[in-house]
């Protein structure tokens, strides 16, 4: 199948420090790309849609200037946590839309962020 | 985004046949069916995907009736290492193919 990877797997960084996810299509190219948080022991909540080249729709509720959205190529979209808070310590997980009839979307590993 | 309903939990053991229904009664004439699973700290995993009928692949099959109304997922003779979360998603172009994740089922196999 399709394999989506991120960077970095985990992070920890002090209050008030923006931290910068990576999100990459290895073995196909993704128009669409999707940032979800997911907190413990619920499930994935839609952050924002990120459309390669244009600027990305976000979700009722976020914060488009505190979580920074680049797709500058369709390989990779990259998701800006700035001035990181405790509050924003969750797990991070990104996905790559393929093409074709059946539109199908691949998770990647996630990203366990933790601000001290 | 089309609403799916599923169980909250599920238990099974070691080498049966476990079947896990999804209801999504609104589902749009263009909305496919997907099924997640998903581990403890990592990203949800593609099983299978359909639109109609029955979709089988090498670990699970979907059977979706004519109406579409619900699907059901079967695993065959599940492993200790298929306890995980199982979500049900419907999406299509319509949505932009924005998944609404709900709460999943957790499924729990023990020997």
């Known amino acids: 199948g399709a394999v989506v990877s991120q960077h970095p797997s985990r992070v920890i960084c002090k209050s008030g420090t923006s931290v910068k996810i990576e999100c990459r299509s290895l073995?196909?190219?993704?128009?669409?790309m999707f940032w979800y948080r997911q907190f413990p022991k619920q499930s994935l909540m839609l952050m924002a849609t990120?459309?390669?080249?244009?600027?990305?729709?976000?979700e009722q509720g976020v914060e488009k200037d505190k979580f920074l959205i680049n797709h500058a190529s369709l390989t990779l979209s990259t998701l800006t946590v700035t001035s990181a808070h405790p509050e924003d310590s969750s797990f991070y997980i990104c996905?790559?839309?393929?093409?074709?009839?059946?539109?199908?979307?691949?998770f990647g590993p996630g990203t366990r962020l933790l601000v001290l | 985004l089309a609403k799916t309903t599923q169980p909250i939990s599920m238990d099974s053991y070691e080498g049966q046949e476990v079947n896990i229904t999804c209801s999504h009664n609104n589902i749009a004439t263009n909305d496919y069916i997907t099924w997640y699973q998903q581990f403890p700290s990592q990203g949800p995993r593609f099983i299978i995907q359909g639109y109609k009928t029955k979709v089988t692949n090498e670990v699970a099959s979907l059977f979706i009736p004519a109406d579409r109304k619900s699907s059901t997922l079967s695993l065959p003779r599940v492993s200790l290492s298929d306890t995980a979360v199982y979500y049900c998603l419907v999406a299509s172009s319509n949505s932009g193919y924005a998944l609404n994740f709900g709460k999943g089922t957790s499924l729990l196999v023990t020997p």
């Open positions: 990120s459309n390669e080249g244009s600027k990305a729709t976000y």
């Open positions: 073995d196909f190219q993704a128009t669409t």
């Open positions: 996905s790559a839309e393929t093409g074709g009839q059946q539109e199908t979307q691949y």
